[in-house]
């Protein structure tokens, strides 16, 4: 099979000759690698990667110029799997990226998950093949808000619900808990009925859609 | 490199505070400063006129004194020891009872000169309880015999001078314009020794007119200024004025200080991110790789384990530190981001409601940011509390940042330092602390803190 191929924008040099390294590491195909957002938007035009990993900081401002490149882009190429790493813990910049097309194919996680190589590598493949992939550390804290609708899941409900968000899959969620299968279905039907989100017929991902409800509360 | 904004020194133009600067300003004319200092003018003049006749009792004597030498020049004998006793008498009533009268019409003056000029303070000193004393005190205070002074100035000078200036400039001027008109209905215009009965002979007191007209703005603003310097020099406290300015340049200093300390830890936030943490991340990366080709369950395999773990912790805890050196979110995002952030990692449950509807000055951000983090984790440390509101929102100008939870209550400022320690963060930026604590709770911490669009 062939390869994914990657644009990588991040401004450490050090750390995106590493990040580089490991896409390679794990069969994925660098076809460019860049320091700031305007690089990064040029080298998707160029390039047309089946994946883009963009770090949220970066030059000239060192504020959220990654973020906000990767959400344009995904107006013009809602398809392009995009993974944001972040240093923080910060919902709101995640909330921000998770609104562009319901928020498939989108990975955010704390940059210091690339520590975990074969992981990372990982959540870059579920994210290209169309899966969303929120920081353990982000939904953690999401979940924590004690706001409605949230406040109706159980204890069971959360924990689930934080695996979802990950991105992983019923039979993996049900390893993670140790529990079976057909469990974690009927956990998955009680949080998408408490958090009204009844089958519709449509073809919008309900899974991505829950995730979605928790990234959207605004605590009050 | 980074874009940091450190509050701009204030250069900006600040609006004049007396008709003397409006004065040199471009846009005086159309100001408000020429309506204001003839407002001040006419109540000058109506406030001489009331005083004058309110203080007759004790003035008498000196305006019986008046008539009596203006009989003599024409001619009519007094006796010397009636004009004595008259002088006599004069000066003990007024000596006697200016300064009770001086007291109040200082106090009244200090607030009318407002309308021209920043505000007096009055230099008295506190008397206490109990008539006497007050007397006392009153009689013996450099404060109380300028006031006097003042009124008598006030009685006999100032409210001729505005009188004067308001008829001649603001009066005449309209009344000159309309001579021809006056004279085309068959009316004679008196002036002094010449009289005007044509309207083309009338020409010359029009252009006088207009001159004293586009003159009256000036002329009035520069009495009202007069007047009011004067007002200062007689009715402002002197004695703490020194230590006033000082007072304000120990605010600003203190202000810049901590300006300088918001910059130097954000720096150091941006040095640790960019350099210690980016490293130690890439390091990390490398150990794990290295693990993967390591031959499984080897001692090399056992160490880069251990390692990896090690250093994934350190990062970690490098992390949690950086965040709280200055936390990157409230300066890209301000307060309706940050702040739920912070909510969000308070160990009790925080509900929190941002309704702001701007970004707010870089310091009036900070502040904001710490006296809520101080006030969680205040109420984490001490309050026993379930839940805790965490409010923010514009009053006018001023932030409102407030902190209720339902704990046990009975927090005491002299307890320790962190109640004293945010009061005096807030204090730097111009800002005020409440704070309602009764035992049972709840416990409401309220900060205001101005905070004006330009910053």
């Not at chain 1, 949080?191 to 017929?201: H, M």
Request: aromatic share 6%.
């Amino acid at each position: 099979m062939s390869s994914i191929r990657v644009v990588l924008a991040e401004d450490g040099a050090l750390l995106r000759e590493g990040l580089a390294g490991l896409l390679q590491r794990f069969g994925f195909a660098v076809a460019a690698s860049v320091g700031d957002a305007e690089a990064l938007v040029a080298a998707v035009e160029e390039h047309e990667p089946d994946l883009v990993v963009t770090d949220i900081r970066m030059p000239p401002d060192f504020s959220d110029e990654g973020l906000r490149a990767a959400v344009r882009m995904r107006r013009t190429r809602p398809a392009l799997p995009v993974v944001a790493l972040s240093q923080y813990v910060e919902s709101s910049y995640a909330a921000e990226l998770l609104d562009s097309q319901n928020g498939h194919g989108i990975g955010y996680v704390l940059k210091e998950r690339v520590v975990d190589v074969a992981d990372f590598a990982d959540t870059l493949r579920r994210v290209h093949g169309g899966g969303t992939v929120i920081d353990p550390a982000v939904v953690r804290q999401l979940v924590r808000r004690r706001s409605t609708p949230l406040e109706r899941l159980s204890e069971r409900e959360r924990e689930v619900l934080s695996l979802l968000a990950e991105g992983h899959s019923n039979a993996r969620i049900a390893r993670d808990l140790v529990v079976s299968e057909p469990t974690v279905g009927k956990h998955i039907g009680n949080i998408l009925a408490k958090l009204d989100l009844p089958p519709d017929g449509t073809d919008v991902d309900r899974r991505v859609m829950a995730v979605l409800t928790y990234l959207r509360e605004q605590p009050d | 490199m980074n874009k940091e904004t450190t509050a701009p020194p204030e250069d900006r133009k600040t609006p004049p505070g007396t008709p003397w600067e409006a004065l040199r300003r471009p846009r005086f004319l159309w100001s408000l400063w020429p309506w204001r200092s003839l407002g001040y003018l006419a109540s000058t003049v109506l406030t001489g006129t009331v005083l004058a006749v309110l203080i007759s009792p004790i003035t008498f004597p000196f305006l019986s004194l008046g008539s009596a030498l203006e009989e003599m020049v024409q001619g009519q004998n007094h006796p010397t020891w009636f004009l004595a006793v008259l002088l006599g008498l004069g000066l003990a009533l007024l000596l006697a009872f200016g300064p009770l009268v001086s007291v109040p019409v200082a106090r009244l003056e200090r607030w009318r000169v407002r309308l021209v000029h920043p505000r007096l303070r009055s230099g008295h000193r506190p008397t206490g309880k109990g008539a006497l004393r007050w007397v006392r005190i009153r009689y013996t205070e450099a404060a109380t015999w300028r006031e006097f002074a003042y009124l008598l100035l006030l009685v006999v000078v100032f409210g001729y001078v505005s009188w004067t200036v308001v008829y001649l400039f603001v009066l005449m001027g309209p009344f000159l314009i309309a001579s021809p008109l006056i004279t085309a209905f068959g009316e004679t215009v008196a002036l002094f020794p010449w009289e005007f009965d044509t309207p083309a002979s009338t020409l010359p007191l029009v252009a006088a007119g207009l001159v004293l007209l586009v003159a009256a703005p000036y002329a009035v603003a520069v009495t009202a200024h007069a007047h009011a310097a004067l007002a200062r020099l007689l009715l402002d406290d002197r004695g703490t004025e020194g230590l006033r300015s000082e007072l304000v340049e120990v605010t600003r200093s203190r202000a810049r200080l901590v300006d300088a300390f918001e910059t130097e830890r954000r720096r150091i936030e941006r040095d640790l991110h960019d350099g210690a943490q980016q490293q130690l991340i890439s390091l990390a990366m490398q150990v794990g790789l290295a693990r993967m080709d390591a031959p499984p369950g080897s001692d090399m395999e056992r160490t880069l384990t251990s390692v990896h773990a090690q250093a994934k912790e350190i990062i970690g805890s490098l992390r949690e530190i950086v965040h709280g050196i200055h936390p990157k979110v409230l300066s890209d995002r301000g307060l309706p981001a940050a702040l739920p952030e912070l909510a969000d990692r308070s160990a009790v449950p925080v509900r929190t409601r941002v309704d702001l509807s701007r970004r707010l000055p870089v310091h009036v951000e900070n502040t904001a940011y710490y006296v809520a983090a101080e006030s969680l984790s205040n109420v984490t440390k001490h309050a026993g509390a379930t839940g805790v509101r965490l409010n923010a929102s514009l009053d006018g100008d001023t932030l409102v940042l407030e902190t209720i939870d339902d704990g046990q209550g009975g927090a005491d400022p002299d307890g320790g330092t962190g109640l004293t320690g945010l009061a005096d963060r807030v204090a730097v930026v111009g800002g005020r602390i409440w704070l309602s604590s009764p035992p049972g709770g709840p416990t409401r911490l309220r900060a205001e803190i101005p905070c004006h669009p330009s910053g």
